[in-house]
């Protein structure tokens, strides 16, 4: 189940009395941690409502080929690229024949056609008409193209006949959909990570921070939601754009990614603190711009709360808390100090002015055991074997 992970499911669901089960279906697959997103045909909303699904998967369901509305949101062509699974349940004996036979005159068969997706199929209909030659045969044409054939289950219909043509069970359906994807090394896994820097309001104009770019949690976060994982990133202030099936929540002091951060470390299994969080900021924030008045000015700083020691001593912990460490000197030493003191699982130090906004990194890894080089290369390659590294420490 757990390999449906960030998968996109598009359930294209054909008029059958088999319909009604599609809300079940709906609810497994997104408890399997699909997004799912929902196509009827005209026909199929005699038996179930689009509303129901519309509020099951939580997105607006397709009903139309030419719908302007869908059109300027999420069209039938974007929709076809989007998922990773076509999954269309139940599939009536019509429906089938037309797949089959490469029609493209309702949304289903026309997203058919245009998907780059694997397909998966799962038969509804009356005993006569599964056993039919002309159903075979088109079955079999739509095995021969590669579609993966689920089901049918045999036993009692609807219009009272035995036999062969019963929809499988929603809990058949969706491991059978979810044996179509390789499980990610952190399927089933959440991972929190804070990025970028913090801004520290002096006055409405101006600011405390950093040179963090966000590239480094960025890459961090891509990575683990390529691995499967649902990610959360945390992000301070950056020019980044959100990598896909990533949610983002935006932040722009200490004190407010230690909310967000609060927040989401208490369902994740890993947070990752890579954010360079300002130590400090103004005591007091001046409600107009400052004048400079004086040669000299002072400010008076106050610690910010350190947020990954905060999730370190959460009831709620994650299973695994790892840090950073930029330093300008003493990579390893104050590494192991602050692995130390902040009460870390996992250590990754790097120097601070090499890294800051660069697109590689060389990092040292730190734990109880002591310590390993990763060489330095592309942020995005040294993420992915952090994740490793990671993922091996999950139980
Ligand atoms: O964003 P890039 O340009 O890609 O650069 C990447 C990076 C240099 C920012 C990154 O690789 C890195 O080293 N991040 C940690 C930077 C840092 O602030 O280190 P630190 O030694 O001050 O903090 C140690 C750990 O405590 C870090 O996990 C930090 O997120 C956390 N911390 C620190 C202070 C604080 N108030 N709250 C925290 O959670």
């Given at each position: 189940m757990l390999s449906l992970s960030n998968k996109r499911v598009l359930l294209g669901i054909t008029g059958?009395?088999?319909?009604?089960?599609c809300a079940e279906l709906t609810r497994l697959l997104i408890k399997a941690g699909a997004e799912v997103r929902v196509a009827m045909t005209r026909s199929a909303c005699e038996f179930i409502t689009p509303l129901t699904l519309q509020a099951l998967s939580g997105n607006r369901v397709h009903l139309d080929l030419l719908d302007p509305e869908a059109e300027a949101a999420m069209g039938h062509i974007e929709l076809a690229r989007w998922a990773d699974l076509v999954l269309i349940a139940p599939a009536t004996a019509n429906s089938i024949a037309r797949i089959a036979h490469g029609e493209a005159d309702d949304i289903l068969t026309t997203l058919v056609l245009a998907t780059p997706a694997p397909i998966a199929v799962a038969p509804a209909m009356n005993q006569g008409m599964w056993a039919d030659a002309q159903t075979q045969s088109n079955i079999a044409a739509l095995q021969q193209r590669g579609y993966t054939l689920i089901g049918p289950d045999s036993g009692e219909q609807a219009c009272g006949d035995v036999g062969l043509g019963r929809m499988s069970q929603p809990s058949d359906i969706v491991a059978a959909c979810a044996q179509l994807f390789d499980t990610g090394f952190l399927a089933g896994r959440h991972v929190a990570i804070t990025g970028g820097p913090t801004r520290e309001a002096i006055d409405p104009v101006r600011y405390i921070s950093n040179h963090s770019s966000g590239k480094m949690a960025y890459a961090l976060a891509e990575e683990a939601a390529a691995a499967g994982a649902r990610v959360t990133l945390i992000s301070g202030p950056v020019s980044l754009s959100t990598p896909e099936r990533v949610q983002r929540i935006n932040v722009v002091s200490a004190q407010q990614m230690l909310e967000a951060t609060l927040t989401a470390a208490e369902e994740a299994d890993v947070f990752i603190g890579v954010a360079a969080v300002a130590d400090y900021r103004p005591l007091e924030v001046a409600a107009e711009k400052i004048k400079k008045n004086d040669d000299e000015m002072s400010l008076t700083l106050v610690k910010n709360p350190d947020i990954i020691w905060e999730v370190s001593r959460l009831?709620?912990?994650?299973?695994l808390v790892v840090g950073f460490a930029a330093e300008t000197e003493n990579v390893v030493a104050n590494g192991q100090q602050k692995l130390a003191s902040k009460k870390l699982d996992l250590l990754f130090a790097n120097e601070a002015t090499k890294t800051f906004n660069s697109d590689d990194v060389a990092i040292t890894v730190i734990d109880a055991n002591g310590t390993t080089a990763l060489s330095a290369a592309n942020k995005h390659v040294v993420a992915r074997q952090m994740l490793q590294l990671i993922a091996a420490r999950l139980s």
């Open positions: 059958g009395i088999a319909a009604y089960k009831e709620k912990r994650p299973e």
